[in-house]
């Protein structure tokens, strides 16, 4: 380890900025954030520097004694001169230096920060590879929840209480990684603080009585997005990773199961045309009976939960049973799929509304609002319509559709064996048949399909009219 880590108080410290320019309003906005009183001096700034409020600016140029009584000094300036100038007065003084770019003339570098206050994250290469530095801080940045610093805030403020309760350093340290790890953390970075208090105070007072420590289950209710791994949400991903068992359906693909935590218990839950692993109802009965075991219950579903998802039905068992739940949407495979096949669902040259139906039959019969669908300059988007795709063409054409009108079916959607078939209303479904699509399929009726051999970008698109 080439550099000692350390953190700097520099609240109401004197920092020095030497330099005007894009860099040097950069360094002061940074030492700014930690309520530090910065002085730049130079002859000039740049328009950067005028979103910074209190900063003391000295007209001129730098002076060696500039340096005196400083905690730290920055030089950034594109005068190779001015910078060894600075970097040698400073040093003189045993005053810590940053000079930009320049290892050589710095004694201290600046490393790539993930920023959670109270929580950083400075990550370092000691100058020698600073790129590597910043794309683990990418990394990181996807990876460390936004309101992380939140958490750190609100356990801070039960330190007292906790350790009173929990004299023993061991089963304190166990108290608050179920904390950070479990229902109480997930309510705080979800923001309601109001129910995380709740609970933690009810888990304090159970530990000062010396009873169970154990912690009440949740239910995540995950949207998977149509099938691209990389079309998960931040939240979706971690809360994949803490969930002890998982139920799932046929729709979430091995790439996006792969990514829950490995030691997670599996249950699969999924439906085809009459072919139901599991009933809703008995779903819905099972996410209450594992919560109730104090579990973390991740049930994951393909696209959005509330869309054609039957997620509301699952939560209104949860809520009348009084277990905690969350709801994470996915992208809605309507919208996925539509993108990766180059068809936008709106257009103002074609299409100014947007409808949503599942081509699901009840009673083996479509019992839709055709005059709805009918209606010019609109998309339809077809959920679940791959059996039924030539009853809809039909009935559409019935109820005054022209038969000319461009219409789609994407095969497995947003995935690296996507395809996309298109046609008319007319000539769609004989073109699935052609196609063997095996589905999970998406249809798309409307004007709007006439832009996917312009604007697709992903998958194989076999076309046709």
């Known amino acids: 380890m080439k550099q000692f880590p350390a953190f700097i108080d520099l609240v109401e410290r004197s920092v020095l900025v030497v330099g005007g320019g894009a860099m040097a309003a950069r360094r002061t906005a940074m030492a700014q954030r930690t309520k530090a009183r910065v002085r730049v001096i130079a002859p000039e700034l740049c328009p950067a ?20 009584g400083m905690r730290l000094v920055f030089a950034a300036s594109d005068d190779k001169e001015l910078e060894q100038r600075v970097s040698a007065a400073a040093q003189e003084r045993d005053v810590l230096v940053n000079v930009a770019d320049r290892m050589e003339l710095s004694t201290f570098i600046m490393p790539s920060i993930v920023d959670r206050s109270p929580l950083v994250v400075a990550i370092s290469s000691g100058g020698q590879a600073p790129i590597l530095s910043r794309m683990l801080r990418e990394k990181l940045e996807s990876l460390v929840p936004a309101a992380l ?23 304190r340290r166990r108290f608050w990684e179920n904390i950070a790890r479990g229902a109480v953390g997930e309510r705080v970075l979800s923001g ?23 912690q009440p289950g949740e239910v995540y209710l995950v949207g998977s997005g149509p099938g691209d791994p990389d079309l998960l949400t931040f939240r979706a ?10 139920l799932h359906d046929r729709l979430v693909p091995d790439e996006i199961l792969d990514l829950v935590r490995r030691d997670a218990d599996r249950i699969f839950v999924g439906k085809a045309r009459g072919d139901h692993a599991m009933p809703q109802e008995e779903i819905s009965r ?14 994951l579903k393909g696209g959005d939960p509330f869309t054609f998802g039957r997620g509301g039905e699952e939560i209104e068992m ?3 049973e009084g277990v905690s739940f969350q709801v994470v949407p996915g992208v809605t495979s309507a919208s996925g799929c539509a993108a990766y ?20 039959t009840k009673d083996d019969k479509l019992d839709l609002n055709w005059t709805m669908l009918s209606q010019p300059n609109q998309t339809v988007v077809v959920y679940m319509g791959l059996n039924s795709v030539a009853e809809f063409m ?24 996507q395809r996309v078939v298109t046609g008319t209303i007319a000539t769609l479904p004989r073109r699935i048949i052609d196609a063997e699509l095996p589905g999970p399929a998406l249809i798309v009726v409307g004007h709007v399909v006439e832009l996917a051999d312009k604007l697709q970008w992903y998958g194989t698109g076999e076309q046709g009219s």
């Open 192 to 214: 309601e603080l109001d129910g995380a208090k709740r609970m933690i105070t009810e888990l304090i007072d159970t530990q000062a009585k010396g009873q169970d420590e154990t």
């Open 149 to 171: 610093g939140r958490l750190a805030d609100f356990a801070s403020g039960y330190r007292r209480q906790v350790k009173d309760a929990i004299p023993d350093i061991d089963r």
């Open 49 to 68: 520097f005028n979103d910074l409020d209190g900063v003391e600016h000295i007209s001129r140029e730098f002076e060696p004694g500039d340096v005196e």
């Open 394 to 417: 039909k009935s559409m054409a019935e109820h005054g559709v022209p038969s000319d009108t461009p219409a789609a079916a994407i095969d497995n959607g947003t995935r690296v064996n």
């Open 237 to 246: 991903i971690r809360l994949m990773q803490q969930a002890d068992v998982v």
């Open 341 to 360: 096949a180059g068809i936008p669902l709106t257009h103002r040259d074609h299409a100014q509304a947007c409808v949503f139906v599942t081509g699901h």
């Open 286 to 299: 099972t996410l209450v009976r594992l919560a109730k075991q104090g579990k973390r219950v991740l049930r």
């Open 318 to 320: 949860l809520a009348s």
